[in-house]
């Protein structure tokens, strides 16, 4: 599928039916798989043969889905995980244990800085949080003897922003450990961070590749592109035998596919963190159309802001996606073709003002999601970012004031009436 345009994988990638087979990717709904010889399903155990034999660990419906993520992406390989707080944490635990530290974008989404900066720690990871708009030399202090991967956000949730690729990947590179990037926001649709050096995409497919707010997931994608042999003594998870598959060593195995097949074979084998695969069947609706939608998402996005930027009534207005932006020019680098649909603003009487005007709205809701077909608003210093104290949210960027308004694909004119109704009553 590798010649196909983005467009065409979108729809065409992870599942070719053969003769008489079902056109559209079936659900495999089962728990496991039959064999006929012990013998062989052993061999399957051992990670000696490729097979199914238990949906925890592999199931046809979402290796289908997981390898058209992969496609959209560029990647080698890749995984489903049962939501995107799982990805982001399978992704750093696969290479990291008890003793390790990781180096982190300090604007990254709530969920996420908590997993890091305290979940993780409590087994016995570190992590340092740096300004995303640090200098490469504030960046390189960052590092540890014991640092192991460097992770951001393409676009920060609800930051916006824009991750300097170069800057991060170069840094990572310079201390021999891999670059994490989350690219949900910005998806593979606008963003590519595989051709900006990142080595490894995580993704809450919950949000735009879903599209419906019907099912939560997440998705791991590696380049295969890190050379984890060239630093074999700093990755042993992937370079030593694995006592638990009799001494299995991944990266003579596996080469490319060795981060992967660790990640599946061992952390969801004892964590099991799998996507069903009916959601994998809803995900994979969602993403035939994930190129229009995102097209749609951005042109009502920047047409609010246009909008709410001209309002008397509105401090702020942050979005990369409009000239004067402090992230504009790097997201006309990394992503010119668009970013997301997610805009934040501020009013000028404040915190108050903004909950009065959100419970304000009739068709744009408040709720605990982003991303998909329906507009949607949130206040995360009150909400998704509410374990945060006032210091942390103020490194994450998100000021006391902020709205997070997810700007849906309902015709632009409804969703600027919703807001000038909403402001007129403040």
Request: hydrophobic share 40%.
């Amino acid at each position: 599928m590798s010649n196909y345009k983005i467009e065409t994988k979108c729809i065409q990638s992870g599942y070719e039916p053969g003769n008489g087979e079902p056109r559209v990717l079936p659900i495999y709904q089962s728990t496991t798989f039959k064999y006929n010889s012990s013998e062989q399903m052993g061999r399957l155990f051992d990670l000696e043969e490729n097979g199914y034999f238990y949906t925890r660990l592999q199931n046809p419906t979402n290796d289908a889905v997981a390898a058209k993520i992969c496609d959209l992406e560029g990647g080698y390989a890749a995984m489903l995980t049962s939501s995107g707080q799982a990805a982001s944490f399978y992704a750093v635990m696969n290479i990291c244990e008890a003793g390790d530290h990781i180096v982190c974008a300090s604007a990254v989404y709530g969920g996420t800085y908590n997993l890091y900066a305290h979940t993780i720690r409590k087994m016995g990871v570190e992590a340092t949080f740096v300004d995303p708009d640090c200098t490469e030399e504030e960046l390189d202090a960052a590092f540890q003897e014991n640092t192991k991967a460097v992770f951001g956000e393409s676009i920060a949730n609800p930051a916006l922003v824009v991750l300097d690729f170069e800057k991060f990947a170069h840094a990572a590179h310079a201390h021999g450990v891999p670059f994490i990037v989350d690219n949900t926001f910005a998806t593979p649709i606008n963003c590519r961070p595989f051709e900006w050096g990142a080595d490894i995409v995580t993704h809450s497919t919950t949000k735009y590749m879903d599209g419906h707010a019907s099912c939560v997931g997440g998705a791991i994608v590696d380049s295969g592109n890190f050379d984890w042999e060239a630093y074999a003594g700093k990755f042993p998870g992937l370079t030593t035998p694995d006592e638990t598959y009799h001494g299995i060593v991944y990266t003579e195995r596996f080469g490319k596919g060795a981060y992967i097949t660790k990640a599946t074979a061992q952390l969801m084998r004892d964590l099991g963190s799998i996507q069903s695969p009916q959601n994998a069947f809803l995900l994979n609706v969602g993403l035939e159309t994930l190129h229009l939608r995102v097209e749609r998402h951005c042109e009502n996005a920047k047409k609010a802001a246009e909008y709410l930027q001209n309002h008397e009534k509105v401090a702020w207005v942050n979005t990369p996606a409009l000239p004067g932006d402090k992230y504009y020019d790097l997201a006309q680098k990394y992503m010119p073709n668009g970013t997301c649909g997610v805009i934040t603003f501020g009013l000028k009487g404040g915190r108050d003002a903004a909950v009065r005007m959100m419970d304000a709205l009739q068709m744009i809701a408040i709720v605990t999601h982003v991303a998909d077909a329906r507009s949607c608003v949130l206040h995360p210093a009150s909400h998704t970012h509410r374990q945060m104290n006032d210091q942390e949210l103020k490194e994450a960027g998100v000021q006391p004031d902020l709205i997070r308004f997810s700007v849906g694909i309902e015709n632009a004119e409804d969703i600027i009436a919703d807001l000038q109704q909403a402001l007129d009553q403040v």
